[in-house]
């Protein structure tokens, strides 16, 4: 069975984990989980997830990330 959380930290913390561990398309599903949940201030998860998309070389997706973290 699977545990599903609701808790917005939690999957932000989660995406930090697999990023640093070079998983980097489990840290951005991580990072979209904590921006479905949380209202607000989002850049450090529009960073992160840029960041991994950028490790992946999907450049325009890292770019437009990185403008979301500047401009929301």
């Given at each position: 069975?699977?545990?599903?959380?609701?808790?917005?930290?939690?999957?932000?913390?989660?995406?930090?984990?697999?990023?640093?561990?070079?998983?980097?398309?489990?840290?951005?599903r991580c990072f979209d989980?904590?921006?479905?949940?949380?209202?607000?201030?989002?850049?450090?998860?529009?960073?992160?997830?840029?960041?991994?998309?950028?490790?992946?070389?999907?450049?325009?997706?890292?770019?437009?990330?990185?403008?979301?973290?500047?401009?929301?």
């Amino acid at each position: 069975m699977v545990k599903v959380v609701a808790e917005p930290q939690y999957w932000y913390t989660k995406g930090l984990k697999y990023y640093n561990e070079k998983c980097y398309g489990i840290a951005i599903r991580c990072f979209d989980k904590y921006l479905d949940f949380h209202s607000g201030n989002n850049y450090g998860a529009w960073f992160m997830k840029g960041n991994s998309f950028y490790q992946l070389r999907e450049y325009a997706k890292a770019v437009y990330c990185f403008n979301k973290s500047i401009c929301d």
